[in-house]
């Protein structure tokens, strides 16, 4: 069987934009390290570039990438990161950002969801991020998606793995209506009636430590790398973009961390190029 090739129309190629940015953790710094390693990984020779949709990413041209965007520990990095995507939307193509940290999901989607009305935000992750603020940082990365809830950028929020859901993020799930489902009652995606425009925000903590330990904040019980990919694999309606967030190199030793990133990065690439 052949490598399938895609139909880019009527959208535009997947763009790669690294925003190594990690001032906003708080815990561990480190996740401004990930870009340059996610794409070391997933160019390496140690695999072929065809994903498990059969999207051979070695065709040249099929997706573009932006390099990363520099001194992201200025006052204006959001307003920065905000800019960059914007281009990349306003030319018809849909961003896949390397984080990073999580709060970049924050200008990512105050970009596009000026320019794209009716957003499904399907977020994996093992924290809701949903405080009002934390630790008296309103911007921090567990607090992105109070910030895109009460901005209304997007019409659904959709979270995917959760297992830290304490009763201050349980208020604001509620207060935002956010569809939260926890390790412990996983949904079937069928059963969800996910329609597009679709974007992904993926932690790498969604995953259990067992399969991704380089990351800042450890909790197991979470998913498969395998699992992931089904849920990936199972939404419907056309990709629009994408973040991968909060691999941290500092912890990971021998590199498999980085490896699992970029598997997660080859499938969402093959999923938005199928779609």
């Known amino acids: 069987m052949k490598p399938f090739t895609p139909k880019l129309a009527p959208w535009g190629p997947p763009v790669l934009l690294g ?3 990690d001032h906003n953790s708080s815990f561990l710094r480190g996740p401004a390290l990930a870009p340059p390693l996610i794409r070391r990984a997933l160019h390496s020779d140690a695999w072929n570039k065809t994903t498990e949709s059969r999207v051979d990413l070695g065709v040249p041209g099929i997706f ?3 390099g990363d965007l520099s001194k992201m520990e200025s006052p204006d990095a959001f307003k920065r990161i905000e800019e960059a995507i914007a281009k990349i939307v306003s030319a018809g193509k849909r961003p896949v950002t390397l984080g990073g940290d999580h709060s970049i999901t924050y200008p990512i989607l105050r970009s596009i969801g000026k320019r794209i009305p009716g957003i499904t935000l399907v977020h ?7 405080y009002a603020d934390y630790e008296g940082n309103p911007h ?5 998606f109070a ?6 950028l997007v019409k659904r929020l959709v979270q995917i793995g959760v297992r830290t859901l304490n009763e201050h993020q349980h208020t604001q799930a509620e207060k935002y209506g956010v569809e939260v489902f926890e390790m412990n009652a996983l949904p079937d995606l069928c059963q969800l009636g996910l329609a597009g425009p679709i974007y992904i925000s993926f932690d790498m903590d969604a995953l259990d430590p067992a399969f991704a330990p380089g990351i800042s904040h450890w909790e197991p019980g979470g998913l498969s790398t395998r699992e992931a990919i089904r ?3 199972g939404l419907s309606g056309p990709l629009i973009g994408a973040d991968l967030v909060e691999f941290n190199p500092v912890r990971d030793t021998i590199g498999i961390t980085a490896t699992v990133a970029a598997k997660i990065l080859k499938e969402i690439l093959g999923i938005m190029l199928r779609a």
């Open 19 to 21: 925003v190594p940015l």
């Open 64 to 66: 573009e990438d932006a």
């Open 124 to 130: 994996f992750d093992a924290h809701p991020d949903l």
């Open 140 to 144: 921090s990365h567990a607090s992105p």
């Open 147 to 152: 910030r895109i809830l009460e901005s209304q």
């Open 231 to 233: 849920y990936l694999h």
